[in-house]
C-alpha cells in the first residue's frame, strides 16, 4: 500500500493538502460560531451579524474546496488502480505456463476486478478519509489548546487511548481480509464454469442446475464480505462506546471551565462541536487502520511492483544454425510418465512429422521445445546451448506454435494476425496466400477488417485456424511447432497450408499429426512414430 501512495505521490500530496484545507476551515467555522455565540451573550448585534457573515463566508469556500478534494482525489485513485493492475500484468507475465494454468482464469478475472475494487474501498479511500480525521482531529486540539491547555491534555489522553485499542484487532481483520479475498476468488472461478457451460445445462434441461450454481457462487461471494462488514460493525460499536465516554469527560470539562469563567460561555456551543470532531476523527481513524490491516492479502500476491508490463528479453533465442537436439527425454505429470528417455533430433530448414495414438506425448514434446513444462530429465539443446538457459519468452523468439483450439481476440481478423505490429502489404498478402485464408476473405465484405467475435464465434473452425496460421507465418519465425494445427480444415486448404509449409527451406517444422497419407509422409524429412510408454499403458 504504502508503495503505490509513494509512487504518486503528487497526486496525492495535492489531494491531501486540499483535504486538510477542508478540515482547517471547518474547525475555524466551529470557532467562528463560538464568537457569534459569545455576541449574543453580550448582546453586541454589530459583532453577531459580523461573525455572521464570516461564518457564512468560509461555509461557501468549504464547499468549493470540497470538490476539488473530490476530483483530485478521484484522479490519484484512477492513477493507482492502474499501477496495481500494472503490477497484476507483470506478476502474471512471470509466471511460468504450469503456474498460470494452475489457477483458473476466473480468479485471475477477479484480481483484475474484485481485488481492485476491494484495495480502493479498504485502501485508497480509507487513506483519504484517516488523513481527514487526523486533520480534523489535530486542528481541533489545537483550537481547543487556544482555549485551555487542559483540554489539550484531556485531548492526548483520548488519542493514546483510541489509538492503542484498535492494535488489539488488527491480526483478527488481517484473517478476515484473506478468507473474504480467497472466498471471492473461488466464487468468481466457480460462475466463471457455470456460464460457461450454459449451452450443455440448457440442452439437458439442466436449468435448475445453471440457477443453483449461481445461487451458490452469489451466496459464497457475500457471506465472508459480510461476516468481514459485522465484525468490523461491533469492533467499530466498541470504539463508539469508549469515544463517548471519553467526549463527556471533555465537555464536562468545557462546563466547569466556562462556569468558572476560565473560558468564554461562548465555548459551550462551538467548544462541543470541537470536542466531537476531535473525538470522532481519531474514532474513525481508529476504525480506518482495521481496513489497512484488511487489505493485506490482496496486495501480497503482487510479486512485481513497478516493473511496468514486461521487461525486455536479452540474450535471446538466435536463429537455428544446426539443429535441436532431444537426447534421453523423460517427462511425467505428477506420477504418470509421459516420455521416457526419448531421443530426436530436428535439423535446421527440415520438416517433421510427430505421429502416434493419443497418449503418446506428442503435444507435451512440443510444449517441452518451448520451455513451458521445464521440469524434465534429459536435455534439449538449441544448437549448442541447453534449452535451460532460455525463458519461454527468450525460446519464443524465434519459435511459434499453433494449436488446435485456436484462440482469437475479440476484434478484427487484421488485428489477430498482426496482434498490433505493422507489416508490408506484401508481407500479409503472403501469409494471407501460404494459409490459404485469401478465398475465405474475399467473401467477407470488410474483409481483414471483419470482427471475428468472442473467442472467434463469426468464423468457423477452419477459418480460425487458417487466422492462427497465418499470424504464424507473418510473425517470420524460424521454427514452427503445429500441433493438429490443418485438423479443422478441408482437404483441400489442408493441402494448401501444408504444402506451404513443407516447401519454406528456411523453416525449422515440427508438426503433429494423427493421421497422415504415405504421400504426404515422403514429404517430410523425418517422421517420428510416439508411442506410450510402459508405466503411462498401466495407469491409463
Known amino acids: ?13 495535492l489531494a491531501v493538502l486540499l483535504g486538510l484545507v ?39 469556500l468549504l464547499m468549493w474546496v470540497n470538490s476539488l478534494v473530490e476530483f483530485f482525489q478521484g484522479r490519484a485513485i484512477q492513477a493507482m488502480n492502474n499501477a496495481v493492475r500494472r503490477d497484476m500484468t507483470a506478476t502474471l507475465l512471470r509466471k511460468s505456463h504450469v503456474e498460470f494454468h494452475g489457477k483458473d482464469t476466473g480468479e485471475y478475472l477477479s484480481w483484475f476486478t474484485n481485488d481492485v475494487n476491494q484495495i480502493e474501498n479498504l485502501a485508497w479511500r480509507p487513506f483519504y478519509q484517516c488523513v ?21 491534555v484531556a485531548a492526548l489522553v483520548n488519542v493514546v487511548v483510541m489509538t492503542l485499542v484498535p492494535q488489539l484487532f488488527n491480526k483478527r481483520m488481517e484473517k478476515l481480509g484473506e478468507v473474504c479475498e480467497a472466498g471471492q476468488a473461488k466464487a468468481t472461478g466457480r460462475l466463471k ?38 465484525v468490523k460493525g461491533f469492533i467499530g460499536a466498541g470504539f463508539g462506546c469508549v469515544n463517548i465516554a471519553l467526549q463527556m469527560l471533555i465537555d464536562v470539562l468545557i462546563g466547569v471551565l466556562s462556569i468558572r469563567g476560565v473560558i468564554l460561555q461562548g465555548a459551550l456551543m462551538g467548544g462541543g462541536n470541537l470536542c466531537g470532531s476531535l473525538s470522532n ?24 511492483r513497478g516493473a511496468g508490463i514486461q521487461d525486455e528479453e536479452s540474450g535471446g533465442l538466435h536463429a537455428l544454425s544446426n539443429a535441436i537436439t532431444v537426447k534421453d527425454l523423460t517427462f511425467q505429470y505428477d506420477e504418470k510418465p509421459v516420455l521416457q528417455d526419448l531421443s530426436l533430433t530436428f535439423k535446421k530448414g527440415g ?6 495414438p493419443s497418449g503418446c506425448g506428442k503435444s507435451t514434446l512440443l510444449k517441452l521445445l518451448l520451455g513451458w513444462l521445464p521440469d524434465y530429465s534429459g536435455t534439449i539443446q538449441f544448437d549448442s546451448t541447453d534449452a535451460h538457459e532460455f525463458t519461454p519468452e527468450q525460446l519464443q523468439q524465434q519459435m511459434s506454435y499453433i494449436e488446435q483450439n485456436v484462440f482469437l481476440f475479440n476484434s478484427t481478423i487484421r488485428d489477430n494476425i498482426t496482434l498490433g505490429e505493422d507489416f508490408s502489404d506484401a508481407q500479409m498478402e503472403k ?44 510473425h517470420d519465425r524460424s521454427i514452427l511447432l503445429v500441433d493438429e494445427g490443418t485438423s479443422a ?52
Open 1 to 13: 500500500m504504502r508503495y503505490y501512495l509513494k509512487k504518486h505521490w503528487a497526486a496525492n500530496l
Open 489 to 540: 480444415l478441408d482437404q483441400k486448404n489442408a493441402s494448401i497450408v501444408e504444402d506451404s509449409l513443407l516447401a519454406n527451406p528456411e523453416l525449422t517444422l515440427v508438426l503433429v499429426s494423427h493421421h497422415l497419407t504415405p504421400e504426404r509422409k515422403e514429404q517430410f524429412t523425418q517422421v517420428y512414430d510416439l508411442q506410450p510408454t510402459a508405466s503411462y499403458l498401466k495407469t491409463a
Open 193 to 230: 464454469d457455470i456460464l460457461s457451460g450454459y449451452d450443455v445445462l440448457r440442452s439437458f434441461g439442466r436449468e435448475q442446475r445453471f440457477r443453483q450454481g449461481t445461487e451458490e457462487a452469489s451466496e459464497q461471494i457475500e457471506k465472508p464480505k459480510f461476516k468481514l462488514t459485522y
Open 132 to 152: 481527514d480525521a487526523a486533520a480534523s482531529a489535530i486542528f481541533s486540539a489545537i483550537a481547543l489548546l487556544t482555549l485551555h491547555w487542559s483540554l489539550l
Open 281 to 304: 476523527g481519531i474514532g474513525t481513524m481508529a476504525q480506518l487502520l482495521l481496513s489497512f490491516s484488511s487489505t493485506k492479502p490482496y496486495f501480497d500476491k503482487i510479486t512485481v
Open 351 to 356: 520438416k517433421y512429422a510427430l505421429t502416434g
Open 431 to 474: 501469409a494471407l496466400r501460404d494459409s490459404a485464408l485469401t478465398g475465405d476473405l474475399a467473401v467477407m465484405p470488410e474483409g481483414l477488417d471483419t470482427p471475428v467475435g468472442e473467442d472467434g464465434s463469426n468464423l468457423s473452425g477452419g477459418q480460425k485456424q487458417r487466422v492462427a496460421i497465418a499470424r504464424a507465418l507473418i
Open 22 to 60: 477542508v478540515s482547517a476551515l471547518q474547525t475555524g467555522n466551529n470557532l467562528l460560531m463560538m464568537r457569534s455565540f459569545q455576541s449574543i451573550i453580550e448582546l453586541d448585534l454589530r459583532s453577531f451579524l459580523f461573525w455572521s457573515l464570516m461564518m457564512t463566508g468560509a461555509w461557501f
